[in-house]
């Protein structure tokens, strides 16, 4: 099963890679990591996902609680959340396709950031299912120049934020 893991980390020299060396020295591939800087500066907000049991993935989080960096984990796939991921894809379409991949643009409700002559560069935030729904529907249209995404980033649904989040398990 497909998990997502929000985690408040320590800002500290070296705590990403305490954590992520815990993923790889048990076998776990991280499919996607995001990391950014939260409301306080001491703290940074690590998304990422992963694929194991519910079981393992459990086990595998109550042993990323013991390091000494990590403040909180919340799997995400255990509740209702949100999660978005950024697409900026460029691509050198083909003869006539601009009439066809507007009308896709449109409904994935993404935005033309540069259409130059050489290349058209789109710009799309959604859900990753979308995104790679996105992805093969114009990848026939012309020429992939470029594709980046960004990971997952996501939140609870609900009354909880990112600091409620961690005092509630700071102090627990």
Known sequence: MRHVISV???NEVGALTRMTGLFSTRGY???????AATDDKNLSRVTLVVKGT???IAQLNSQLSKLVDVISINDMTLGDYF???LLIVKVKLNTGADKKILPIINEYKGEIIDDSIDSFTIQL???VKNIDNFLSRIINLGDLHAVARSGSVSVTK???TLSSYANQNLSS
């Open 83 to 85: 999660e978005r991921e």
């Open 29 to 35: 591939n991280i499919e996607s990591l995001n990391v």
């Open 125 to 127: 935030t959604d859900n």
């Open 8 to 10: 408040i980390l320590q």
């Open 158 to 160: 609900g009354q909880i």
């Open 54 to 56: 519910d079981k393992a």
